[in-house]
């Protein structure tokens, strides 16, 4: 395999020196690039984007092509996992993901089987080849799955849903039910990972986008528990050097400590905890990614570099720090912003890590 031509990404994760603060951005590869609105319209449509190796492929590295980011990140999107379990996943317009067979009763849930990852999702595999051969060794590429939890929101909903009733129902009317469900999830999602190292990236993510709208004790249960079996299960190495393992949950900073001792490598922060309150939290166990809000990137360039200065500083001193913004980045920014923000950590950076 190629040399990486720069490994800080792969470097910070580990918590080993680096010489900047590396940076890439959630929703990297997405609609506030007109490029990417333009691939999109040539693929047909955002699922048949994802399915086209070679789309996803010119997708992925079209942010490397416009800014100085130290990773790519995969395209494609969290519900391949219950598309490939046979819940027929599409999008309606202004609506965003739907599936056309939830997941609502016992016995769809006990039919529901763990997918080949190989044959199944064969299409994401193939991009993953292909990206590795078109980087070149320029970059790491970074692979993902959503977790059991925020998979299953989806899976049981039918789609997007702003108070969870469904499955917050089932989770408690049933939790015998949600937790045969988060177990045959949690089995496809480690296969799914693993078969993504197999294929070449060379870190993974776990988002939990929705793990904060649980109760402690029901993230404990529902959330965290699943996740901590994918870490477990997880091929760690690759090509001669780890391959970390970064889990990120969306409102989930009060549990910071405790998702520290899951078995990953790094943590993702959003935006609501400061990152030096993170820091003790995890006692410098693990390394931290984040945490800029998003919606800083409606401001002037100059209050963007103010706010990645603050954030450089909120982490402070030495090794461990993954700068990213603290959820995606929104369909409606202005690249230069991006730019001003990727350019602004790679130059305020460098005193933190003399």
């Known amino acids: 395999m190629t040399e990486l031509a720069n490994d800080r990404l792969l ?11 590396p940076v890439w951005m959630m929703r990297q590869a997405g609609r506030y690039l007109p490029e990417y609105r333009e691939t999109r319209k040539r693929a047909g449509s955002f699922l048949d984007l994802c399915k086209n190796p070679e789309l996803a492929c010119e997708v992925t ?100 849903t702003k108070n969870f009733a469904r499955c917050k129902g089932m989770l408690y009317e049933r939790p015998d039910l949600m937790h045969h469900l988060l177990s045959v999830t949690a089995d496809a999602v480690t296969a799914y990972l693993n078969a993504q190292i197999r294929a070449g990236v060379q870190a993974v993510m776990l988002f939990d986008t929705w793990g904060g709208v649980l109760s402690p004790r029901a993230y404990e249960a529902f959330s965290l528990q699943y996740m901590e079996q994918i870490i477990g299960g997880l091929q760690r190495a690759s090509e001669g050097r780890a391959v970390p393992v970064v889990l990120f949950t969306k409102g989930g900073g009060q549990w910071l400590s405790r998702i ?67 959820h995606g980045i929104h369909p409606d920014v202005d690249p230069e912003h991006a730019r001003v923000l990727v350019e602004a950590v790679h130059e305020l950076s460098p005193p933190y890590h003399r």
């Open 11 to 21: 470097r910070a994760l580990m918590r080993q020196p680096v010489d900047v603060t």
């Open 61 to 160: 590295l079209q942010p490397l092509e416009r800014f100085p980011l130290d990773g790519a990140i995969l395209f494609s999107d969290i519900l391949t996992i219950p598309d490939a379990m046979g819940l027929g996943l599409y999008f309606a317009e202004g609506e965003g993901p739907r599936f056309e067979r939830p997941v609502r009763d016992e016995a769809a849930v006990k039919a529901l089987g763990v997918p080949d990852a190989e044959q199944d999702l064969g299409y994401v595999m193939d991009a993953v080849r292909v990206i590795r051969r078109e980087l070149n060794g320029r970059v790491p590429l970074i692979g993902f799955s959503g977790s059991p939890w925020t998979l299953a929101t989806y899976m049981v909903e039918g789609g997007t």
């Open 260 to 326: 520290a001792k899951s078995g990953c490598d790094a943590v993702g922060v959003d935006w609501t905890t400061d990152l030096a309150d993170a820091r003790v939290l995890v006692q410098d166990e693990v390394a931290l990614q984040g945490n800029l809000d998003p919606c800083i990137l409606y401001a002037s360039g100059e209050r963007i570099r103010e706010e990645v200065g603050r954030v450089l500083d909120s982490y402070g001193h030495g090794p461990g720090h993954v700068f990213n913004l603290g």
